[in-house]
């Protein structure tokens, strides 16, 4: 089956630096890459997906490259504020059922 | 409704007990998620439905673990005879599948954080 590896598990950054996650996957015949933000006590909410006849998406501070023969996906976040403290998500999928990453803890420093 | 409606938000259950967590998805959304997220842990995928089949059962740890779905709606997830190891927040999410675009984009839950002492 799918495996999804991301890095870092922890991110810690001052405001206003940019802060970029990234993930691998191992299925090649995967076609949807979506990112999910997790806040404290909440479920994981969408923010950008991307899919694979699509080489970038940008929204707004939020940006997903995609690297189909590398097999890597990333997230970049610009100009960052207090309120991206979350966890981040990749996931990967070629069906219904998409694999996630394990996640990670971004910290945006005032 | 507006969104993936889940309850208890929160249970505190002893070692042994059986425990029923609910699921109401976003109205006409006719796939059904469950992941088990535990403390500092990614998602766990444990159970997807398509209408009220269940396609892939794949990842249910355990036969204590099982899951229903009927009208096409709300579901449950039963934990028979829970274990401290059990201990963890249980998402669901639904999407609205078939073949229209967006069809696989989850919508989650708050989750049911589940505690076995």
């Known amino acids: 089956g799918e495996n999804v590896e991301q890095h870092p598990s922890t991110l810690s950054v001052q405001e206003g630096d940019s802060a970029v996650i990234k993930c691998t996957y191992s299925?090649?015949?995967?076609?949807?890459f979506p990112w999910y933000k997790q806040e404290l006590g909440k479920g994981p909410q969408l923010i950008i997906d991307?899919?694979?006849?699509?080489g970038e998406k940008k929204d707004q501070r939020i940006a997903v490259t995609l690297n189909k023969t590398a097999k890597h996906f990333s997230l970049h976040i610009t100009e960052t504020q207090p309120e991206d403290s979350a966890v981040y998500f990749c996931a990967a999928s070629k069906g219904d059922i998409p694999t996630f990453g394990r996640g990670t803890s971004l910290i945006v420093h005032p | 409704g507006a969104g993936v409606s889940q309850s208890p938000s929160n249970k505190v259950t002893e070692k042994g007990k059986d425990v029923e967590l609910r699921c109401d998805p976003i109205s006409g959304h006719t796939a059904l998620y469950w992941y088990r997220q535990s403390l500092g842990q990614g998602l766990e995928f444990l159970i997807y439905f398509q209408g009220n089949s269940a396609p892939d059962k794949s990842g249910l740890p355990s036969d204590r673990f099982s899951a229903e779905r009927t009208g096409g709606s709300v579901s449950t997830l039963t934990i028979q005879r829970t274990q401290q190891e059990d201990s963890a927040v249980y998402l669901c999410?639904?999407?609205?599948?078939?073949?229209?675009?967006?069809?696989?984009?989850?919508?989650f839950g708050a989750g049911s954080r589940l505690t076995v002492l």
């Open positions: 999410a639904s999407s609205p599948g078939g073949l229209i675009s967006g069809a696989n984009v989850l919508t």
């Open positions: 299925d090649s015949a995967s076609n949807y």
């Open positions: 991307i899919r694979s006849n699509v």
